[in-house]
């Protein structure tokens, strides 16, 4: 099981997160590419932490919106959505080629996130425009009971998946995520979100409906505040680094 | 002698110039690349459009600052200024992989372009910065005469260069463009530019200061007025397109 | 009837419309504030160019989106909205005091508009959000059968209302425009759109359902294009301007 | 002596300073407006966050960067930095309103004021713009030896002025600041703060060059960081707050 983690939030003057401290405790970096945060100089300096800790590098595209940090889904064509979404991981790639990175995977960010596990046509949509920019990169998807079908559904793309799970998010009876409005939405807790991973780690999640299956090669956590950062150091003990 | 042309300087509901009409008549696109004008969507459609005209694509960096149109020089860190170059070399690079495009020459913008030939560290640096995202993309440089020097000062990166001339600016005595604010810098009359360009086909080009030798592989022309379509025209005339 | 248009579309190096056209034959220009469209000295030189023709200037507010010309429907937080909205009347509002200059009329934009008459409670947020900026100005509404019951609703901000018709759009049953999507919902031809405003100003309109009781104190023209240019001079001969 | 702070400089999901500790801190909030930083909800909340606690608000306008946070300066035309800064300061004069308060003073944001006191012109031209918005704002100038002509420079705009001194900034000998560039340009040690404002309060400072007078009515001071607000906080025992 991999550790995959946001990273390169900051953007301009702001900092955001604590990627030197979270950078040596993932496996996969998703770096923002200047939609929903990051710039140049951010994603440059991003590129270089992972790097130095071995970590590999994925783009993590979202709709341009920095005011809302990609978090509002957006209306409009979805041409340009696709346009918008191949710009971006083409500035992380040619900005990482120049670093000597190889991109290694992509993972759309947020509301686009949420809109993709909503409607499989536009997972369908942005997994074939990942594969016409670059056919090796790794597209990451939400492991929920669907995970067969969007197999089948992305296998014409060519590109190789990675299912993913939260570690600190429970889950609805559905397997998807409790909305965040759900005050239980988001576990805070180093020791629950210990049990809630080795639960993951067994294949199975604990839901409101019983417990459900959880196929996924991929854990998301997160490292950008105090108590998340306890809790993903309590993560890397059950985890130990391969690499 | 190649055509190169200034395209896809359209944003969102805003056109500029005339794609449609020039794409035809010349043999290189230096197409923007949301730095100074476009976005991903213009991009994708100027792209799709010097592909079915047989016109080579190249990347039309320069200055994140559309309101200008990229013609004022920003101050700024170096490294902040290429980090943002090969960010949108990458955006319209990604966006061409997509369609089966593969980007042939970089050429910076305005007052980008100026600064490049006023300081030759910068210009060392862009192509640096170019070289390591592809390092099979033609620079293009404006030639005068220090293209010698310039091209020893270069000659490191690996790029292939290719000297500018342009088709409908008169020069000054050391080989530079006249200003702009100068009243003759820019020639209208299609026949004056036809003489012109004859003369740069010479490789010779008329200053206040005598003739000058110009060594130029490619000749910048404009298309984004009738009187500069007519003058675009006239030119083809004199410069049959090879392909 | 008073005679409306939207001005100040331009931005940056790209213009839009033929303002300095169109000026002398309306009454009231709503001017771009800089969100879908215009900037700080497009506003400027739309503000200067309406007081030369003596036309009274209204601030045209939208959604925070150049790239989609604020034709997008936008989600997020409704506070966030009404603050950006205020923003741009704000901006507006100052260039427009250094010019002498009092806004006469606030009418929100696009997309924002269309929202604004599907869902009262959104024209009453920024009706509020209007008053609170500055209770003189005028908030413009689409007069439809629902016009008595919007008079209602915003009587509380005590701002002076005025209800618009369209000259150039055709209307549905229910009073509200045909949607772009029809082929038929703008009228191009100049005669036609003569008989549209001959009706408009007897205070009826044909739908498919029938003739429909319009009750319009101001007209919506468009005139950024040959044709709808031509409609707007013919409109005028309808409209004698008074002032 | 009254003290002024920045404030306001977060943007969208970016948080910068510490507003809610400093603002009962202070007798002046200078309040981004968007451009160097802030946004129409930030600067709503930090209206009404000074409002809460008594402080005065003004507008901190700036050049529209926000990703060097306005902290380079910017070439291009006077007249569109001009409608820029008056864009700005409406802005946030129309949110002020929206919640009831009236702007206090304007004081013009890191480049843009190194600028202005490099170049007198600017600075007239920049207080005529900001008096040509609202007449009754005080404009912040910084107290240097040339504050008497500064003031005669400016007395024809009518605004009221207010110079200021830096609490926690050497000084070169000629009156200026030290360059940031120099180690020892900004104090961190409270101390050593405290020092130095009970030097201003008697109106003098040290220099290279031996002790100037300072003539000025307000101490800038900064809380944005744990150092700087423990140094607010001793300058608070020195000063104690009137209001």
Redesign the interface.
């Known amino acids: 099981m991999l550790l995959n983690c946001d990273m390169g939030e900051?953007?301009?003057?702001?900092?955001?997160g604590d990627d030197a401290a979270v950078m040596p405790l993932v496996d996969w970096a998703n770096i923002a590419c200047?939609g929903h945060?990051g710039?140049?100089?951010v994603?440059?300096r991003t590129l270089a932490l992972a790097r130095e800790h071995d970590v590999r590098c994925g783009a993590h595209p979202g709709y341009a919106d920095?005011?809302?940090?990609g978090r509002?889904?957006?209306?409009?064509p979805v041409?340009?959505l696709i346009?918008?979404i191949?710009?971006?991981?083409?500035?992380?790639?040619?900005?990482a080629?120049?670093?000597g990175i190889v991109l290694h995977h992509v993972k759309p960010h947020g509301a686009l996130y949420l809109a993709m596990m909503d409607d499989e046509a536009l997972m369908v949509r942005l997994a074939e425009?990942v594969a016409?920019?670059?056919s090796s990169l790794v597209f990451v998807v939400q492991a929920t009971p669907d995970r067969k079908r969007h197999a089948a559904s992305l296998a014409h793309t060519g590109l190789a998946l990675a299912f993913e799970a939260f570690a600190d998010r429970t889950y609805a009876a559905d397997g998807r995520l409790q909305a965040r409005s759900n005050p239980s939405a988001v576990l805070h807790d180093p020791e629950l979100v210990a049990n809630h991973v080795q639960s993951l780690l067994q294949g199975v999640v604990d839901t409101p409906g019983g417990p459900l299956a959880v196929d996924a090669e991929t854990l998301c956590v997160h490292g950008d505040n105090p108590a998340a950062y306890a809790a993903l150091t309590r993560i890397r003990e059950l985890i130990p680094r391969v690499s």
């Not at 900051?10 to 955001?16: A, D, L, Q, T, V």
């Not at 191949?86 to 900005?95: D, E, N, P, S, T």
């Open positions: 900051s953007y301009g003057p702001w900092e955001k200047g945060a710039d140049p100089d994603m440059a920095r005011r809302n940090f509002v889904r957006r209306e409009g041409d340009s346009h918008e191949q710009a971006q991981i083409g500035a992380l790639q040619a900005i080629k120049s670093l425009a016409a920019v670059d």
